[in-house]
């Protein structure tokens, strides 16, 4: 018995729950990266902070330097350029801090809102579609197998829905018993479009 991938209920809610699983992931995935661009924008007041303070620490330190050439006095008049160079330096630093702690707050933000989506697919899509792949596995499996229609036809009745046991016969456990050839394809195709399958000859 050959089995085919089929459009039957079953396998078209598993596609449509796949799609909506990846574009879900792709989603959170690019929120995540907007948010953190949105927040990398705090960070451009520290990085102006960090540009004014270093371009005002050279330029001190150059004209200190040049004063420091004055005859006599230049050693005294480098003393509040130096200060100041300094001081224009801390302002930089502050700024170069400012733009770390924003990175850092950025890439947190980031991880923190993919927890929740990620952490559903990991734990919750994931593992019933791993299960379906091997229920599906063994069912084809069982299908190619000597005795698998006997095998699958005993799945259907116990698990399939009554309502769709009845149509196939009054007595459809007694009909299995007996070992009604009919019956017997008719429950393993049951079990088989359950899980999204269906026996080709």
């Known amino acids: 018995m050959k089995i085919y991938a089929d459009r039957f209920p ?3 809610r598993q596609l449509l729950t796949d799609l909506l699983v990846v574009a879900w992931v792709y989603a959170s995935i690019r929120f995540a990266l907007w948010l953190h661009d949105l927040v ?3 960070a451009v007041p520290g990085q102006k902070l960090e540009g004014a303070g ?3 620490a050279d330029n001190l330190a150059e004209a200190g330097g040049k004063v420091g050439r004055v005859p006599l006095v230049g050693d005294e008049l480098t003393t509040p350029f130096k200060r100041a160079a300094e001081a224009a330096r801390s302002v930089a630093e502050a700024g170069r801090d400012q733009q770390e702690l924003v990175g850092q707050l950025a890439l947190a933000l980031s991880l923190a809102v993919l927890v929740f989506p990620l952490g559903l697919v990991l734990f ?3 593992p019933l579609r791993v299960r379906w792949m091997r229920r599906a596995g063994s069912a084809k499996a069982l299908a190619t197998a000597p005795a698998g229609r006997d095998l699958l036809a005993l799945r259907a009745l116990a698990g399939q829905p009554l309502g769709k046991l009845a149509r196939i016969a009054p007595d459809v456990a ?4 007996r070992g009604d050839e009919r019956t017997v394809n008719e429950l393993a195709a049951l079990e088989l479009r359950g899980l999204g399958l269906k026996p080709g000859r």
């Open 10 to 12: 079953t396998a078209l």
């Open 40 to 42: 990398e924008k705090l």
């Open 54 to 56: 270093g371009g005002l």
């Open 124 to 126: 919750g899509w994931l």
């Open 174 to 177: 007694e009909a299995w018993r």
